[in-house]
């Protein structure tokens, strides 16, 4: 509700992820105030360059965060609850990427939750175009006090959630 035209799709509503199947049954995204005001930022800069943002996923209860972790088991992409429950828990991050004027997504080195190194920050294989965009995505967040994850160029968290008591870990469902 911060900004009406950062773009929503969140994926865990749909069985468009690497689940295969809803994880949400309505495509809600939540996020602390202190994320929602750096993305209204992000957005009004990136309009000023005929670009927006779109958000794939923002808080995440830790029954969700379980069953993700139950399928990967790979800390370089998703974060086991059982330790320090992770920035999506806690309403701290999220995952994004850039669109055009007309909404569409700017090609990325890989499609999001693709677990490959084609996702990670220190890929160079990819066009100059996707690189540039990645790149991008990632020099604005950094801007606006975001952390990246470097295995995922989509994910981004508020630096210091384990220890800040600011950021407790949240468990509401998402679901009615």
């Keep these: 509700k911060i900004n009406p035209k950062i773009l929503i799709d969140i994926r865990y509503a ?3 992820n690497f689940m295969g199947f809803p994880l949400y049954s309505h495509p809600v995204c939540f996020v602390h105030p202190d994320v929602a005001r750096a993305l209204d ?5 990136l309009e000023a360059k005929s670009m927006g943002l779109k958000v794939y996923d923002g808080y995440r209860p830790i029954a969700v965060q ?3 972790w139950d399928k990967i088991r790979d800390p370089r992409y998703v974060s086991n609850p059982a330790v320090a429950c992770g920035p ?5 991050a999220v995952d994004v990427t850039l669109v055009n004027t007309e909404g569409h997504e700017l090609d990325m080195p890989s499609d999001f939750d693709e677990f490959t190194e084609r996702a990670h920050l220190n890929y160079t294989q990819g ?3 996707t690189l540039q965009h990645r790149d991008l995505l990632q020099q604005i967040m950094k801007a606006h006090g975001f952390e990246p994850l470097q295995t995922e160029w989509w994910h981004f968290h508020l630096p210091g959630w384990k220890n ?6 949240l468990d509401f469902s998402l679901n009615p």
Aim: glycine residues 4%.
């Design 14 to 16: 749909t069985s468009n």
């Design 41 to 45: 930022a992000i957005q009004s800069e």
């Design 66 to 68: 379980q069953a993700m």
């Design 88 to 92: 999506h828990t806690r309403g701290v």
């Design 127 to 129: 066009s100059e175009a």
């Design 164 to 169: 800040d008591v600011r950021y407790p870990p």
